[in-house]
């Protein structure tokens, strides 16, 4: 079975940007003729689509009628689409070069400085002799298995075998921040805390 080839809006005629134009059911290849005009699809049933050349994306596309797509000098996609109330709503296209999202994965354990197994994933930074972490020295817990493309992480962060009062920092990259994850006043306390903070841009988070 052949592909259709692309449509025209008449036999032996191209698509001509601020024109109307009919194609019918046919796959359709859009060209324009250097007006600059606007390209609109009719939609019947709603509001018609609406292409505008890159050059007038502000300020007419932010005032434009439903159903407007503009791509900026960002390469993001500029959407006015309508609302079931009337009127109109503006806004940018989800797309993977700027918009981010949460994904939920099952909880996992990435570091338990008591087990030798879990601290593989410490790449720079010393424990002591007994497996705790040390005052004022820092470790660098690799993610990479776990993460791809990330800018944050949640989780929970647990300190267990203190030997008198002090505070955890987790961190992703650069200087370590004054603010603390947890805090505890004396030893023997088995303390948690919820954690959001951001990942390094390349390589692994670092937590002291």
């Given at each position: 079975?052949?592909?259709?080839?692309?449509?025209?809006?008449?036999?032996?005629?191209?698509?001509?940007?601020g024109t109307?134009?009919?194609?019918?059911?046919?796959?359709?290849?859009?060209?324009?003729?250097?007006?600059?005009?606007?390209?609109?699809?009719?939609?019947?049933?709603?509001a018609p689509?609406?292409?505008?050349?890159?050059?007038?994306?502000y300020?007419?596309?932010?005032?434009?009628?439903a159903?407007?797509?503009?791509?900026?000098?960002?390469?993001?996609?500029f959407?006015?689409?309508?609302?079931?109330?009337g009127?109109?709503?503006?806004?940018?296209?989800?797309?993977?070069?700027?918009?981010?999202?949460s994904v939920?994965?099952?909880?996992?354990?990435?570091?338990?400085t008591?087990?030798?197994n879990?601290?593989r994933?410490?790449?720079?930074?010393?424990?002591d002799?007994?497996?705790?972490?040390?005052s004022?020295?820092?470790?660098?817990?690799?993610?990479?298995?776990?993460?791809?493309?990330?800018?944050?992480?949640?989780g929970?962060?647990t300190?267990?075998?203190?030997?008198?009062?002090?505070v955890?920092?987790?961190?992703?990259?650069?200087?370590?921040?004054?603010?603390?994850?947890?805090?505890w006043?004396?030893?023997?306390?088995?303390?948690?805390?919820?954690?959001?903070?951001?990942?390094?841009?390349?390589?692994?988070?670092?937590?002291?």
């Open positions: 079975m052949a592909l259709p080839g692309a449509a025209q809006a008449a036999p032996g005629d191209n698509l001509i940007m109307t134009n009919d194609a019918g059911p046919a796959t359709t290849t859009l060209t324009s003729d250097g007006g600059g005009a606007a390209l609109v699809l009719t939609n019947p049933a709603g689509l609406r292409l505008v050349p890159s050059d007038t994306l300020p007419q596309v932010l005032e434009s009628e159903g407007t797509l503009a791509v900026d000098n960002q390469g993001d996609l959407v006015q689409g309508g609302i079931p109330n009127g109109e709503f503006s806004g940018w296209a989800w797309t993977s070069e700027w918009a981010t999202t939920a994965v099952p909880p996992t354990r990435v570091l338990d008591r087990d030798v879990l601290r994933n410490i790449v720079s930074g010393s424990l002799s007994l497996g705790r972490l040390q004022g020295v820092p470790v660098v817990v690799a993610l990479d298995s776990y993460v791809r493309d990330g800018y944050a992480i949640k929970n962060v300190v267990v075998g203190m030997t008198g009062g002090g955890l920092t987790v961190w992703g990259s650069g200087a370590k921040p004054t603010a603390s994850t947890v805090n006043w004396t030893s023997g306390q088995i303390l948690s805390n919820f954690l959001f903070t951001e990942l390094a841009r390349a390589g692994p988070t670092a937590a002291c």
